[in-house]
């Protein structure tokens, strides 16, 4: 009795916790049903197109850096990042390859030269794909509200814990695609990505996403 007591008591606490740190959200009652619904929902989704708007918090400066650009995503494994303001920078990774051009200077990265860089790339794809429930890189704890979830994903592989102390996905719960990316690093430094004008299931072409 006095264990199941206890139990009950932690079982309270860890939820009024979890609340207090995520305001207005509580955890999804089953998390088993939420990763199947998110999961079908997300294989739905063939392709995104919308603007984003990335903030970046260094604990060395008192303003955070804000840049603004599009952002193109289409199964399987393409997505390009555009930056457009107040800086130039495109990013496009197409399958195993990365193509990096930032003003006049351009990279070609090959992703299975790097492991961490694979990790990335796979976090990166995986919370577009609504298959980041099943990356095994990270534990991952999920909340809602009557109009979002939120995925509080800690990373658990050692190569990660050492960049990342968190990842907190949000997640628009009208058709379960990803509305903001929180990279939050052990120094306290923190990435958040938010996508704005969303087109689902739009054609593509190809040209998007080619590597020259």
Not at 16 to 44: I, N
Not at 161 to 173: E, N, P, Y
């Amino acid at each position: 009795m006095r264990k199941l007591f206890l139990i009950l008591i932690i079982s309270v606490v860890a939820g009024k916790m979890a609340m207090a740190q995520y305001k207005g959200f509580r955890p999804v009652a089953s998390l088993d049903a939420f990763k199947s619904s998110f999961t079908a929902a997300s294989q739905a989704i063939t392709s995104i197109k919308s603007d984003f708007i990335q903030e970046k918090n260094l604990s060395l400066l008192s303003e955070k850096i804000v840049s603004r650009g599009k952002f193109w995503f289409r199964r399987e494994n393409l997505v390009r990042m555009e930056y457009q303001q107040p800086f130039q920078y495109l990013m496009i990774l197409n399958g195993n390859n990365v193509y990096i051009k930032d003003g006049q200077q351009e990279n070609r990265i090959s992703v299975k030269s790097n492991k961490l860089f694979q990790k990335i790339n796979k976090i990166t794809i995986d919370c577009i794909k609504g298959t980041i429930l099943g990356n095994s890189d990270f534990s991952v704890n999920a909340f809602e509200t009557q109009q979002q979830f939120l995925l509080e994903m800690t990373p658990v592989a050692k190569d990660l814990t050492g960049f990342f102390s968190k990842i907190l996905v949000t997640i628009d719960r009208k058709d379960y695609s990803v509305l903001s990316i929180n990279m939050m690093e052990t120094g306290g430094d923190n990435t958040l990505i938010s996508f704005h004008q969303k087109e689902l299931n739009t054609t593509i072409p190809d040209a998007v996403f080619a590597i020259k």
